[in-house]
């Protein structure tokens, strides 16, 4: 099953935009406001130069890359949570996901309006983050509700309702629940609550062609102080461009980045950030059938790491015969690091790396 992240933040900041730069699609964008209340969904495709430089070598019959699901979901306004504009209908939406990515415009465009009149990236940041608050208090009461009318008041963990209302309270604060501290025992009470503000979040500044060259916008200082103090994990994509540039043969896109002030896509940018913010990694398995990258969190025992594979593998799990790709591609060929001892046989606890290549040996 591929990640899932869900794409929110206000009308007109630029989600779809983003939205299209990692799938691939061409959703409908707009100027102005329409009243969209649907939501735009697709599969990202993680780049990998790995991936890439194994296919070069194995030229196999498939080649599969790392993905991420990604839903665009109606642009937020201040009151969402309360039933203004789309209201509650994208909550459903992204409160499985397993990451937020919020898109806050600092781009300049008099021809596009803005939700709230101007330009002011950590107001509209806050105003995201207190819906996704207002939200979150929502459901506890919702769920305190339910207990209560209960005859016996019964809950699925003895500390449900403790947590409940540690949450609450805490929430009160202003704060998001990815910086409560709960033991674990709290925190199996209520997993099955899934909180919006509990959710890693990264946050995209939209940025237009001469402040990604600066690497600088409007009160940029103030809204990564805010990010650090909120946990969250920030950079600054220009969509419209990187689009456009997307769009272009590959041997021509260097060049464009390169004037836009990058040294690499947005698309993969983007996908190292997710992978940093859900604590993610990739191995590699490589023959004539099949290049692909697997996606684990980091340092899985190397015998569950062979279950995302297939579970026969995990069960008669021997050995990993493992190759780190830096030492793959500083040989040249398998036969050549083979040679030279790159190889090596860890055993079902190794802590796997990302970029191991591994053959997994195993009997049923």
């Known amino acids: 099953m591929a990640l899932s992240c869900g794409i929110i933040g206000l009308p007109l900041s630029g989600k779809t935009t ?64 309360q039933g203004e504009g ?40 806050a105003t995201i983050d207190m819906e996704l608050l207002f939200a979150d208090l929502q459901i506890i009461e919702n769920r305190l509700s339910r207990i209560n009318a209960a005859a016996k008041k019964k809950t699925e963990h003895p500390l449900e309702l403790p947590t409940l209302a540690k949450c609450q309270e805490f929430l009160l604060t202003e704060k998001p629940l990815k910086l409560l501290q709960l033991s674990a025992e709290e925190r199996e009470s209520v997993k099955h609550i899934p909180f919006l503000t509990d959710k890693p979040l990264l946050i995209i500044i ?3 062609e001469k402040q990604q060259a600066a690497a600088d916008y409007p009160g940029r200082q103030d809204v990564e102080q805010y990010c650090a103090e909120q946990g969250y994990k920030w950079l600054t994509v220009c969509a419209k ?34 992978y940093d913010q859900l604590g993610l990694i990739s191995f590699l398995t ?26 026969d593998i995990e069960r008669g799990f021997i050995r990993a015969e493992t190759v780190a790709f830096a030492d793959l591609q500083s040989c040249g060929s398998m036969a050549a690091a083979r040679d030279k001892g790159c190889f090596r046989l860890e055993g079902k606890e190794y802590p796997v790396k990302d ?10």
């Open 241 to 274: 461009t990187e689009v456009e540039i997307a769009q272009l043969q590959p041997e021509d896109r260097p060049l464009f980045l390169e004037e836009l002030g990058v040294s690499e896509p947005g698309v993969s940018r983007i996908a190292k950030a997710i």
């Open 206 to 208: 939209n940025v237009d």
């Open 355 to 364: 970029g191991d290549i591994i053959n997994f040996r195993f009997n049923v």
């Open 18 to 81: 983003i939205f299209n730069l990692l799938t691939g699609m061409q959703a409908p964008t707009s100027d102005f406001f329409t009243g969209k209340t649907s939501t735009n969904a697709g599969r990202a495709l993680i780049p990998d130069e790995r991936v890439d430089y194994l296919s070069a070598m194995f030229k196999p019959k498939k080649t599969t890359y790392a993905q991420v699901d990604m839903v665009d979901v109606p642009g937020l306004v201040r009151g969402s949570s």
């Open 86 to 125: 789309s209201g509650n209908e994208f909550l459903a939406t992204i409160r499985n996901a397993d990451l937020l990515t919020h898109v806050a415009r600092a781009f300049e465009n008099d021809e596009i309006l803005h939700a709230e009149d101007s330009i002011d990236i950590l107001r509209d940041i």
């Open 286 to 311: 490589a023959g004539e059938d099949e290049v692909r990258a697997w996606t684990i969190r980091r340092d899985l025992p190397a015998k569950a790491a062979a279950g995302k594979i297939h579970s």
